[in-house]
């Protein structure tokens, strides 16, 4: 230990090593539930690229590992401690170092919140459109390594198809560069998406590429009320296969409508068992916004309220941004799951999570990315009863064999983490994951990096 801080510090700054157990307990998980995490031996806060350098010579000359973390807003226990860790915290590498309108490209550190990299772009008329639901706190490295999506997915893709190029710090210190500038290249592997979802465990990234679009006009909104989860999932899979391009479609069931109206009196009606909410950023989007309205009316919706203006889309849209905050109100703890499906699976879904509810005597609330299938289920439980707590965590595992079955993904944004480490496994099979962990093994011999993670 006295080693380690020594080392550690003759290449940091003073303020830069954290050892007083009281601070470095702090950084021990994220926000995930059900993960075991441990106590840090020190916790450090590099600024520059040099410093990151310094930390993973250290670490391999001690054989110490390392555990990369952002803003701690992961949801899987990606960026959780273990016992006698390096916690390397890149919250202080925060510059945007270049934005770039003519390639249409930013340049960023790793502790970049993303909110703020988006408004920085946003005032050159470009956009950057990755937005998870935290994206004023999480920032562009956690995003990179938990292959971040967002309410925008649905038209505008994830965290991966924005990262062009890399500069990643590997477990024995050496700067590695990957990927370009510009707008199209093929040279070599594409060591760049390999890194993306990666979780820490491949190298420290402590710089991106990021390609930026122009901004989209300001979007119109529209809310569908249906008499079942089953018909408004139909109407996703009409939308889609209409050919309609929403920058945003979402559903919320039952569930989770009744505990919005109950935290915000929203005035839903109670007798609403899925809402639909969709948006559009083109250029006529009352025009399209109509054309989808039809499409829900014929799958049964029972009433259809497009926005009048943008202050009345933002009040639609609400609702859903507050589904998560009224579900952790239903009971004192949640395990929120992230099982993606084809979106023609979505209704089966739906009602095996209904299923899996009434089974395990649980309330379990579904919010959607509905136009990409991505589901989140958020399982509420009292986490002081043994009983209950149980029945969460086996109602949780059958939530993932059923996507599993249904042809999807145990996570569509969150990652594996430790959470979902077993499930990795099964989804991947055995010829998966040994090339898995023969592609760790390369990067990473001495099995350093973010350990206990993935597999």
């Known amino acids: 230990m006295g080693d380690l801080i020594e080392q550690l510090r003759a290449g940091l700054p003073g303020e830069a090593v954290i050892t007083d157990p009281d601070v470095t307990t702090s950084y021990g998980h994220d926000m995930a539930g059900f993960c075991p995490s441990g106590a840090p031996a020190v916790v450090v ?18 054989q110490v590992p390392v555990v ?15 016992d006698g860790c390096i916690v390397l915290s890149l919250t202080r590498m925060d510059r945007i170092l270049e934005i770039d309108p003519v390639n249409r490209i930013a340049v960023v550190e790793p502790g970049v919140v993303n909110a703020v990299l988006s408004r920085a772009v946003g005032e050159l008329g470009l956009c950057y459109p990755p937005d998870p639901s935290s994206w004023e706190q999480c920032t562009i490295g956690g995003n990179i390594g938990t292959g971040s999506g ?10 991966a198809e924005y990262v062009l190029g890399l500069e990643v710090v590997l477990a024995d210190g050496r700067l590695l560069k990957t990927g370009r500038r510009t707008a199209k290249g093929v040279a070599g592997y594409d060591l760049t998406r390999l890194f993306v979802g990666s979780e820490g465990s491949l190298g420290i990234v402590v710089r991106a590429v990021l390609a930026l679009k122009p901004a989209p006009p300001e979007q119109l909104a529209l809310v569908a009320e249906f008499p079942s989860a089953a018909a408004a999932c139909e109407a996703v899979c009409a939308i889609m296969a ?3 391009a929403p920058s945003l479609l979402e559903l919320m069931d039952g569930t989770t409508v009744r505990a919005v109206n109950k935290m915000a009196r929203m005035g839903l009606p109670e007798s609403t068992e899925a809402l639909l909410l969709a948006a559009f950023d083109s250029h006529d989007p009352a025009a399209d916004l109509a054309a989808l309205g039809k499409v829900c009316t014929a799958a049964g919706a029972t009433q259809v309220v497009p926005a009048e203006d943008t202050a009345e ?9 507050l589904a998560l905050p009224a579900l952790e109100l239903v009971s004192t703890a949640t395990m929120i799951d992230d099982v993606c499906v084809p979106r023609s699976a979505l209704g089966a879904m739906l009602e095996g999570v209904a299923a899996i509810a009434a089974k395990f005597d649980l309330t379990i609330g579904v ?5 990409d299938g991505n589901t989140h289920p958020v399982v509420c439980f009292d986490v002081g009863d043994p009983d209950e707590s149980r029945r969460a965590r086996e109602s949780f595992d059958e939530i993932m064999a059923l996507g599993l079955a249904l042809g999807g993904t145990i996570t569509g944004e969150h990652g594996v983490g430790v ?5 990795l496994a099964r989804e991947l099979g055995p010829v998966g994951v040994e090339l898995q962990r023969g592609v760790k093994q390369v990067f990473d011999p ?10």
């Not at 967002?150 to 965290?159: E, I, R």
């Not at 889309?313 to 941004?321: D, G, K, N, V, Y």
């Not at 959470?419 to 499930?423: A, F, I, Q, S, V």
């Open 45 to 62: 806060l590099p600024r520059t690229v040099e410093q990151v350098q310094h930390i993973m010579r250290t670490a391999t000359a001690l």
């Open 68 to 82: 990369p973390q952002g803003a701690r807003t992961g949801l899987s226990g990606a960026a959780n401690a273990s």
């Open 150 to 159: 967002g309410l925008c997915c649905v038209k505008y893709g994830v965290t």
């Open 242 to 244: 209409g050919g309609h």
């Open 313 to 321: 889309s933002e009040l639609l849209l609400q609702a859903r941004r």
């Open 367 to 371: 919010c959607a990315h509905a136009g």
């Open 419 to 423: 959470l979902k480490k077993e499930w």
């Open 446 to 455: 001495l099995g350093l990096l973010n350990p206990g993670k993935l597999f």
